[in-house]
Structure formats: structure tokens, C-alpha cells
């Protein structure tokens, strides 16, 4: 079992509507959750970080956490062409490093 | 400067040559990273700085990889008798603290390294 497990997509929706984007992690003693957003040839730009179990809110982007679950996800409102890119949801270890999916890449069509 | 920045840009070598991949932090970050990147894939830890020292190099592939920081902010990724295999882009990110919890990282542009 991977350590952070995401559907690598392609995920398409149209414009306008709700991308929902989940992720799943083996490490039960992560505390910190992060969504990158990396376009084509270009590095991972930080969009969402969450600590805590619960929802929130940045704009159009909302971060869900679930802890006992082992599951966090990121919800894009309204969803434009240009939300079109690989988003990818990384843990921290206990040591501080990243521990990234592979993945998932959002296809948002006019 | 603004951002996390990365020299070179982009860097093709010969199987067998020695590169160095060179990382500037965000002026004031204490924690500095190195990742690696390949096609369809999420980045994969390699080495994490907090200031001079290597905190933790468990992602280091073998010996042939190096890294340095000894001044605590720029840092040099070394990569001795490259392979075909070791061409990927590599990302640097430096964050704040370094703190394993609320530890938010942000990434230079990336080197591509293409070994022929």
C-alpha cells in the first residue's frame, strides 16, 4: 500500500461545477495535510494547507480533513479553465519531509 | 528574492559525468529540501536541511548522492558518475521552521536533468 494514495484521473468537469478531489494516507500519526496545484511543466504551488479534523476555506477551494478515516480532499467551486493541472496532496512524516500521491490530474472544460 | 530559486534551469550531461544542481531558499527559511521529480509521478523526498546540517538524508538513492548547505541557506545537490536513470527534475523547497507539524513548503522552479 502506498503511503498517500490519490485516483491519478483524469478528472473532468465542466465549467462551473464542483471538482472533488480525494486523497487517502497510511501514516495514522500525520498531523499536517497539504494540496499542491502543478501545471504542465511547471514546479507544485502550495494552494491549501489543513491541521485539523473539519473543513476549510480559501476562496474556492475547500480542504476536508477526516483523521479517522484517513482521508483529506479538496473541493474547487466554480471550477474555470485555467483550474485545469495536476493537483497533489502530500503528508508530512514525523520527520518534516513531504510524502506526496501521484496525483490527480483535473480537466475543467468550457 | 521572492521565491525558493534553482540554477541551472535545465542541465544535460553524459552518462558518467558529475552535475551539481544548485538551490537558493527563501531568505530567512531555516528548513531547505530536495525532491525528486519523474513524468506521471509525485516528488520524492531525497534530503532535508535544517540550517547546516542534514536533519534527515533517508531519501538519498545511493552514494553517488550528495548534498551541502554550510552556511545554512544555499544549497548544492551533487550527483557523482550520473546514469540514464537519475534524469528527472529535481525541486528544492524551503520552509520556515522546519518543524514536523504545520511545515509549509515552497518550491524553486525545479532543475530538469537529463543524463544521455
Known amino acids: 500500500q502506498k503511503e498517500v494514495e490519490q485516483n491519478s484521473g483524469p478528472l473532468s468537469v465542466p465549467e462551473g461545477a464542483i471538482a472533488s478531489l480525494n486523497c487517502t494516507y497510511s501514516d495514522r500519526g500525520s498531523q499536517s495535510f497539504f494540496w499542491y496545484r502543478q501545471y504542465s511543466g511547471k514546479s507544485p504551488e502550495l494552494i491549501m494547507s489543513i491541521y485539523s479534523n473539519g473543513d476549510k476555506e480559501d476562496g474556492r477551494f475547500t480542504a476536508q480533513l477526516n483523521k479517522a478515516s484517513q482521508y483529506v480532499s479538496l473541493l474547487i467551486r466554480d471550477s474555470q479553465p485555467s483550474d485545469s493541472a495536476t493537483y497533489l496532496c502530500?503528508?508530512?512524516?514525523?520527520?518534516?519531509?513531504?510524502?506526496f500521491g501521484q496525483g490527480t490530474t483535473l480537466q475543467v472544460k468550457p | 528574492g521572492a521565491g525558493v530559486s534553482q540554477t541551472p534551469s535545465n542541465k544535460v550531461t553524459e552518462k558518467g559525468k558529475y552535475v551539481e544542481l544548485r538551490c537558493d531558499p527563501i531568505?530567512?527559511?531555516?528548513?531547505l529540501y530536495w525532491y525528486r521529480q519523474s513524468l506521471g509521478q509525485g516528488p520524492e523526498f531525497l534530503i532535508y536541511?535544517?540550517?547546516?546540517?542534514?536533519?534527515?538524508d533517508s531519501g538519498l538513492p545511493n552514494d553517488r548522492f550528495f548534498a551541502v548547505r554550510p552556511e545554512g541557506s544555499v544549497s548544492t545537490l551533487k550527483i557523482q558518475r550520473t546514469e540514464r536513470g537519475d534524469s528527472a527534475v529535481y525541486l528544492c523547497?524551503?520552509?520556515?521552521?522546519?518543524?514536523?507539524?504545520?511545515?509549509?513548503?515552497?518550491f524553486g522552479p525545479g532543475t530538469r536533468l537529463t543524463v544521455l
Open positions: 536541511f535544517q540550517g547546516t546540517g542534514a536533519a534527515d
Open positions: 502530500a503528508v508530512t512524516s514525523n520527520t518534516g519531509k513531504l510524502i
Open positions: 531568505s530567512g527559511h531555516t528548513a
Open positions: 523547497a524551503s520552509s520556515l521552521l522546519g518543524a514536523a507539524d504545520y511545515n509549509e513548503q515552497f
